[in-house]
């Protein structure tokens, strides 16, 4: 889940879920990974915003 979620890889997701359902993991566990998953999409964001500022200017990407 979590490795779906920083995918952004909503089809995953939608396996994935059924799947931890199907073994019974509690979904709180779920949402850990998908917390993971998604703090991982964010530095991941950050870096290519940065490597994109570089490259392009600071004002030609903004938040």
């Known amino acids: 889940m979590g490795?779906?979620?920083?995918?952004n890889c909503?089809?995953?997701m939608d396996f994935h879920l059924a799947k931890c359902d199907e073994l019974g993991i509690d979904r709180d566990e779920v949402s850990v990974a998908v917390k993971v998953g998604l703090?991982?999409?964010r530095g991941a964001e950050n870096a290519i915003r940065k490597k994109a500022r570089q490259l392009?200017?600071?004002?030609?990407?903004q938040d």
């Open 10 to 12: 909503h089809p995953c």
């Open 3 to 7: 490795a779906a979620a920083a995918a």
């Open 56 to 61: 392009l200017g600071e004002t030609a990407i």
């Open 39 to 41: 703090m991982v999409n």
